[in-house]
Nanobody, 127 residues
């Protein structure tokens, strides 16, 4: 059974940094994808950053490029999202997710292609 558990959310002033962690268990890395999504109140869930360990591919949303970095500690079965230069518009619940299989490039940030989800962690950025 695949389980994803997020941690590391909190409140931060604009310009600050946070690192989110996602503990992954029961999941086999291949040409599938693991990553981070977020959902702000009243908005749809959106992809932030995803990667494929098997393919060596990483994809970022344009809104976070150059500020956020996704990484993995495979030995610890943990996926991280380092968030720098935080902005108030980054305020959202952040979710870790994983897919069962391969996802075409244009769809890799689409939540509908991900099968396993964590419970989410809140990030609040004040101006």
């Amino acid at each position: 059974q695949v389980q994803l558990v997020e941690s590391g959310g909190g409140s931060m002033q604009a310009g600050g940094s946070l690192r989110l962690s996602c503990g992954v268990s029961g999941y086999t890395y291949s040409n599938n994808f693991v990553g981070w999504f977020r959902q702000a109140p009243g908005k749809e869930r959106e992809g932030v950053a995803v990667f494929s360990y098997g393919l060596g591919v990483t994809t970022y949303a344009d809104s976070v490029k150059g500020r956020f970095t996704i990484s993995q500690d495979k030995a610890q079965n943990t996926v991280y999202l380092q968030m720098n230069s935080l902005k108030p518009e980054d305020t959202a619940s952040y979710y870790c997710a994983a897919s069962r299989g391969y996802i075409l490039g244009l769809s890799r940030l689409s939540p509908g292609y991900y099968n396993y989800w964590g419970q989410g962690t809140q990030v609040t950025v004040s101006a």
